[in-house]
C-alpha cells in the first residue's frame, strides 16, 4: 500500500534529486559538518536504488529522512562538590520511529553539539534497520565531561539530565542507552532518577545493571559484534582472524571488548589508543593485559599511557595533529578495528593502512573513517565494514535486553552470545547480497546503507505522511 503524493515540479531524475537533497541538508543544517558526511555517504548509495523505485522520490522520503522527527535541547544545570553552579546542554533527537521506538545511545563528551548528534541518530536509523529488530533510531547526550568528576558529581549531573529527559521517553517511545562516557555508572543514575519521577519500573533505558533488568553480553556486545562481522568478511574471502595481527583504537567499552573476542578467536591485538596518544605492544595484549586495562579504565579511570609502565616492551605514540596522521595506524597488521570516535581514519591513514597490507576495517566506533579514507579502503578492496554493520550488535542486544524485559525474564549467557553472533551474520548477509543484487559486489558500504534504508522507507510508504 503506498499513499499517492503530488509529483514534485523540478525534480526530474534520480541524480538530481539527490543533488537537491543534500543542498536542502546543508542549507537547512548550517555549520554541522559530521551530519552533511553522514548524509553524503548514504545519498551516494541510494542512487543506485532511485533507478528502480520512483515511489520514493513522489513521496519525498529523501527529505523526510533526513528531518528529524523531534528534537529536544535543554539546560542541565547541577552543583560541583565546592558548591559552583555549573550549566550543561543536553539533547535527544527522536530521529526516525517508522519501524519501532526511537532507540539509541546518549554521548557525554565536550565535543557534543546538535550536528554530532544529529549524524548519529541519522546513521542510528539504519544500523537499527539492519539488526532485524523493531527499532526506530534516536541519539542524544550533553557536553558534560565527566572525566576528572567525582562520583558524586556524574550523579548530580545524570539526576539533572534526566528530570528533563524522563518528559520525552518511555519503555514504548524512546529507549536510550550508553555511548562515549555514558556506561553501567551514568545509566545507573539515570535510571534510578527516571524510577523516581515516574514512578515506574521499567525498560526505559538499556545497557541496565544485571541485578536491574540489564541483559548478560550487552557491555560485550558492540566489540564481539565487531569482531563477529570481521569473520564473517573475511570468511566470504575463505579465511579467518586465527593468527592476525590487529589495530584496535580506543580503550573503552568498545576497545575492551573488542580485544577480548579477539584473543578468543585466536588473533593478535596489538594497540590501544586515547585522546593522549597510543600504545603499541609489539608482543600482543594477552588476557593478563587485558585485565589489567579493564581495571585501569574502568575502576580506576585511568589513562592508557600508563601501559607502557607496567608493560616495559611496549611503546607510547603521543596524539601529535601537527603530523597529519596517527602513528597507531601506521603500524603493520592484517585488521584494523577503529573504535574510538567519528573521523579518527583520515585519507593519509588510509593510505599507511593500505599500503602496510591491512585488508580488513571492521568499525566499532560511529563513522571513524573520512569519506576520503572509506573511498580508498572500497578501491583497494579491503574488507571494509562500515560502522552502521559492523557495531551494530551493540544497539541488537539491546534490542534483546528490550524483549526480556518486556517478557520479564533473563536469558542466559550463550542464548544472548548465540543470537548476537546470529544476527551479526544476518547482517553481513543482507549487506553482501544487497551489494550484488545493487551491481557493486563486495560494497558493504552500499549493501548496509540500501538494506538499511528499504525497511524504513517501505514502513514510511506504508504509514502515510507523518
Ligand atoms: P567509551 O567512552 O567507553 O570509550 C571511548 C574511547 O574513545 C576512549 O578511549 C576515549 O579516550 C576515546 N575517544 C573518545 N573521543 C575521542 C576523541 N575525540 N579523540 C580520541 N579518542 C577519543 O565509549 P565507547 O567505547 O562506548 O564508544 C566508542 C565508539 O564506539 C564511539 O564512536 C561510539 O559511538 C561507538 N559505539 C558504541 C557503542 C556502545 O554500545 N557503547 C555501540 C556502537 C558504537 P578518552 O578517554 O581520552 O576520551
Ligand atoms: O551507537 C550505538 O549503536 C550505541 N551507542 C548503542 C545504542 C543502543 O541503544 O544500545
Known amino acids: 500500500m503506498s499513499v499517492v503524493t503530488t ?23 548550517p555549520a554541522e559538518p559530521e551530519f552533511h558526511q553522514a548524509v553524503q555517504e548514504v545519498m551516494e548509495s541510494l542512487r543506485l536504488v532511485l533507478d528502480r523505485h520512483p515511489e520514493y522520490i513522489s513521496a519525498r522520503i529523501l527529505e523526510r529522512i533526513t528531518e528529524p522527527e523531534r528534537v529536544f535541547m535543554f539546560r542541565v544545570p547541577w552543583f560541583d562538590d565546592q558548591g559552583n553552579i555549573q550549566i550543561n546542554r543536553g539533547f535527544r533527537i527522536q530521529m526516525n520511529s517508522a519501524i519501532g521506538p526511537y532507540k539509541g545511545g ?35 547526550g550533553s557536553d558534560f565531561d565527566p572525566k576528572g568528576k567525582s562520583d558524586n558529581e556524574v550523579m548530580r549531573f545524570c539526576q539533572s539530565f534526566m528530570t528533563e529527559l524522563c518528559r520525552h521517553i518511555g519503555p514504548d517511545t ?11 555508572r551514568e545509566i545507573g543514575f ?14 526505559v533505558l538499556t545497557g541496565k545493571g544485571l541485578n536491574w533488568g540489564g541483559s548478560l553480553i ?3 556486545a558492540t566489540g564481539y559484534g565487531c569482531v563477529y562481522f570481521a569473520a564473517e568478511m573475511l570468511k566470504s574471502r575463505k579465511d579467518s582472524l586465527d593468527g592476525k595481527l590487529c589495530l584496535v583504537s580506543g580503550s573503552g567499552n568498545v576497545s575492551q571488548y573488542t580485544v577480548e573476542k ?23 595484549i594477552t588476557r593478563e593485559k587485558l585485565a589489567w586495562v579493564m581495571e585501569l579504565k574502568n575502576a580506576k579511570r585511568g589513562r592508557i599511557r600508563e601501559y607502557t609502565d607496567q608493560f616495559k616492551k611496549a611503546i607510547f605514540m603521543p596524539t601529535d595533529l601537527k603530523l597529519g596522521y596517527n602513528p597507531l595506524w601506521n603500524v603493520k597488521a592484517d585488521c584494523a578495528f577503529p573504535s574510538a570516535t567519528q573521523n579518527e581514519i583520515n585519507a593519509k591513514d588510509a593510505t599507511n593502512l593500505i599500503n602496510n597490507g591491512v585488508t580488513v576495517v571492521a568499525e566499532g566506533a560511529n563513522m571513524p573513517s573520512t569519506l576520503e579514507a572509506t573511498k580508498l579502503f572500497l578501491e583497494a578492496k579491503v574488507l571494509y565494514g562500515p560502522a552502521k554493520a559492523a557495531n551494530a550488535g551493540g544497539v541488537a542486544t539491546s534490542g534483546l535486553e528490550m524483549s526480556q524485559n518486556s517478557a520479564r525474564l533473563s536469558w542466559t549467557r550463550e542464548e544472548v552470545d548465540d543470537r548476537l553472533h546470529k544476527i551479526m551474520i544476518a547482517i553481513h548477509k543482507t549487506c553482501f547480497e544487497t551489494a550484488e543484487t545493487y551491481g557493486t559486489p563486495g560494497n558493504l558500504v552500499n549493501g548496509a546503507n540500501i538494506g538499511g534504508f528499504l525497511k524504513v522507507a517501505n514502513a514510511m510508504l506504508d504509514q502515510g505522511l507523518v
Do not use: C, W
Request: proline content about 7%; cysteine-free.
Open 106 to 140: 546518549l554521548r557525554f563528551h565536550p565535543s557534543v553539539n546538535l550536528g554530532i548528534l544529529k549524524f548519529l541518530a541519522f546513521e542510528q536509523v539504519f544500523k537499527n534497520s539492519l539488526t532485524t529488530l523493531p527499532m526506530g533510531g534516536g541519539k542524544g
Open 7 to 29: 509529483s514534485q515540479p523540478g525534480i526530474k531524475t534520480p541524480g538530481n534529486y539527490i543533488n537537491d537533497v543534500m543542498t536542502l541538508v546543508k542549507t537547512k543544517n
Open 174 to 184: 524512546d529507549v536510550p542507552a550508553g555511548d562515549i562516557g555514558v556506561g553501567g
Open 218 to 220: 550487552r557491555p560485550e
Open 262 to 284: 579477539l584473543l578468543d578467536l585466536g588473533a593478535k591485538p596489538l594497540t590501544f589508543s586515547d585522546s593522549d596518544g597510543a600504545v603499541y605492544d609489539p608482543d600482543g
Open 190 to 203: 539515570m535510571f534510578g532518577q527516571y524510577k523516581r519521577i515516574r514512578n515506574e519500573f521499567t525498560g
